[in-house]
């Protein structure tokens, strides 16, 4: 896979040692055991995949050198850059101004734009009404696309899968950027509808069904459907598409579900599904899947609790943290700071969207394990961080320098 030019900032010589041994000993990515770093009386099992994805990389690397190669110019990011707010911060520092915050809310308006500014797209992709609007400023809209190609994919298939007069169904965060910006792309071709969840889709198949009644659609999925969608005339065909980052199982669950609703009520069989239910299976994205099938082989362990590195608006990283969650205590921070001291920390709680001070987080036992992990926009250098402030905890900082010189 391609590299890219990085801020060194972000890396970390020992997870890059670590990273680079673990790609020599497995390079068809078949082992999703965790790496264990044993220092005594604290271990640390690290999740075989990891940290930044070729999305985020190739966003990055694009900013940086559009900011290091224009000096005189007004450069802006359509909403962050990614989810991660190091990254985020550091191209605040340098200048680079946010036109909209995560939710979509404007924060510096149009009309202060002129042609020869820059505007950046981000890794999760933008609407087609945004990219309208950037042409009406007389700014070419793509000219600094960060776009990940693995969202472009999503955005193919849907397209695909419309001009074979399938609607399709988005499983994402609605308000999310890149579900926005898909429901965009595929809103122009086909109806369009997105679900959050598991709930929502049962709530769809009863419109599939006939068991709920169309008018009663608009209110129950207010903001979710393309203009003029028909529940009575659009749930005839359809296929699932998903945000990247949504949890892998739960989009299956998602598309099987839905796929034995259109079977059942149409009375299909598997020689016939295809014709009511289109085969999307290849939208999730590689990163997606590898850090996710990481926790899954990191959670085989036995640990005390795990941690989870990331943006607290990360998408992927909260479906890390939620896999962890299912077995044991569980630690959402964005940074090694969060970490106070042995018997202090202050994590994300995601279900209430509040940062939350736990007291002892660490047992007092002999030898204590932890399951460590990052998201897919969180810098290698800050997981680096949390195993040097771990280690510091039980005077043992000097460790992590010996391994660093070890590969
Ligand atoms: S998580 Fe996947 S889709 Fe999202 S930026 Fe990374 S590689 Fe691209």
Redesign the pocket.
Known sequence: MKTFNVPVIYRSPLISAIKNQRKQQDRMKKDFTPTELDFGPLRILLARHFGF????ENAIEIAFKTVDENPDKRIFLLSEMIHNPHVNNDLLDRGVQFIMDTSGNQLVPWESLQPDDIVIIP?FGTTLETEQQLASLGIEPLKYNTT?P??ERVWNKADQIGKKNYTVIVHGKPKHEETRATFSHSASGTPTIVVKDIKEAALLAEFITGQRKPDEFNALFKGQYSPGFNPATDLQRVGVVNQ??MLATETQAIADYIRQVMMTHFQLTEATAGERFADTRDTL????NDNQTAVTGMLQESADLAIVVGGYNSS?TSHLVELCEEKLPTYFISSPEKMLSAKAINHWDFHHKEEINAGSFLPEKEKVTILLTSG?SCPDALVEGVIRRLLSFYQLEHKADEMAIID
């Open positions: 994805c070729y999305g985020v890794a990940c693995f969202v990247t980052t994205c590689y990163a997606t992927n897919a």
